[in-house]
């Protein structure tokens, strides 16, 4: 397999089919170009109806050409597809899908993607009637099969007053998808990731919970939910059907996947419990507090001046790594087959984080434990380092880089354990 590529440094092709969400192409580029990445826009005729050439090579700092006979004695309908380390088209139209799935070369977009030798990722945007038509349906099933990646639209609101599927996802969706894409692993030259997870039902969970003292004020914790985040589009990246149980994350739901938006232990706990068993795959990512307040004041705690600070009882939240684990092994049938943990430490007098990390694996019991050392500075941040244990305490592996390299390198494992393990009917 290739290594894994980032967007700092790559050659992007964006490609801008012919719609009304053109306009949000603009906000991807630029975000391509603060990545570090070296983009190339080539727009569709009919896109410049929609936004004009200007706009194109003022963000990308490239010129913009869309036709095959501009440049002809550098032959840029071959050179620049296969030159490109990825092409992202924003959005890709109901007429530019089918152009695309017949291998039509009609004009310099179509063209580059006939040639194209790095992973294509195509953002579809269109009314719902158009998605869902069996003629787009059978263009999105035939592109996937070769190896393009077609992320799924949103649901939401249309042109006009029209709501449904079809919408274009958020730019920073539409990023995240991409690099996803970019950094999987892949088999051969084509470039297209590997779908080693190819109808795996994987359930995350992701971000932090937070535990209610009264109407204003809650226990919380540090997490961003950026890991678990980077999980799902890795996942989705590699054919997965991805659900996340997402605690208080304020991040774009990644296309394609299911979400379920929890605050609290007990509501990820109860989310955790109905979704797992119709996972293959379990991956519990989410910082769960470990206590919460015994009791809830209905009204806001007040400060009262000669008085000392109120004491606030806490009690045990459910352990829902360890209980996941249990029912696995009380009914095998209606569990995940393969359960990954995380575990954030930060040693003590006595151990350092690594032993206490190995605990805690041989404790819970799941089958990867991602142990994360938390002087290493990990909430909020962008990169991650990480080991990974196995229910024993043993490494079998280690992963350095970007929270996305971190995903797939995690993955990796999965992919690897879930040869020996039967996935269900």
């Not at 580029?29 to 109806?49: D, K, Q």
């Not at 939401?156 to 079809?166: A, E, I, K, S, V």
């Not at 995350?204 to 980077?230: F, L």
């Not at 774009?252 to 996972?279: I, K």
Request: aromatic share 2%; hydrophobic share 50%.
């Amino acid at each position: 397999m290739t290594a894994a590529r980032a967007l700092a440094g790559a050659r992007v092709i964006v490609g801008v089919g012919g719609g009304i969400a053109a306009y949000k192409a603009a906000h991807v580029v630029r975000g391509l170009v603060a990545s570090g990445a070296e983009v190339r826009v080539i727009p569709t005729a009919s896109s410049l109806e929609f936004v004009g050439a200007a706009t194109w090579e003022a963000l990308s700092h490239q010129r913009v050409i869309t036709s095959v006979f501009e440049d002809v004695d550098q032959v840029a309908h071959v050179r620049l597809g296969q030159e490109a380390d990825l092409v992202l088209v924003v959005p890709a139209t109901a007429d530019l899908l089918a152009r695309v799935r017949m291998g039509r070369a009609d004009d310099l977009l179509a063209a580059t993607l006939l040639v194209a030798r790095g992973p294509v990722v195509l953002a579809p945007a269109m009314h719902t009637e158009m998605w869902l038509h069996p003629a787009t349906v059978e263009n999105v099933e035939v592109l996937r099969s070769r190896g393009t990646t077609v992320l799924e639209p949103a649901v939401g609101r249309l042109t006009g007053p029209d709501t449904g599927p079809g919408r274009l996802p958020e730019p920073e969706a539409i990023l995240a998808a991409a690099a996803a894409v970019l950094a999987a692993p892949c088999e051969d030259a084509s470039g297209a990731p590997v779908r080693d997870l190819q109808g795996v039902r994987v359930l995350v969970s992701a971000g932090g919970t937070r535990e209610e003292i009264d109407p204003v004020r809650y226990i919380a914790n540090h997490s961003s939910g950026k890991q678990g985040w980077a999980l799902a589009h890795a996942a989705l990246a590699r054919g997965a059907q991805v659900t996340l149980v997402a605690a208080n994350v304020e991040l774009e739901t990644p296309p394609g996947a299911e979400r379920v938006d929890v605050r609290s232990a007990a509501e990820l706990a109860a989310a955790v419990a109905e979704q797992r068993e119709q996972a293959d795959v379990l991956v519990m990512a989410a910082a769960v507090a470990d206590f919460t307040p015994t009791t809830r004041s209905a009204a806001k705690i007040k400060k009262v001046d000669g008085q000392d600070a109120p004491a606030i009882p806490l009690t045990r939240t459910p352990d829902v790594l360890r209980g996941s684990v249990l029912a696995r092994n009380e009914d095998p049938g209606t569990a995940p087959r393969l359960i990954v943990g995380f575990a954030a430490e930060t040693g003590s007098e006595h151990e350092s984080s690594l032993e206490l990390a190995r605990q805690k694996a041989r404790r819970k019991g799941a089958d990867l434990l991602v142990f994360n050392d938390l002087t290493a500075g990990v909430f909020g941040a962008d990169s991650n380092s990480v080991r990974i244990l196995d229910a024993a305490g043993a490494d079998v592996g280690e992963v350095t880089g970007s929270k996305l390299h971190v995903a797939h390198g995690v993955l990796d494992q999965v992919v690897a354990l879930l040869g020996d393990v039967p996935l269900q009917a």
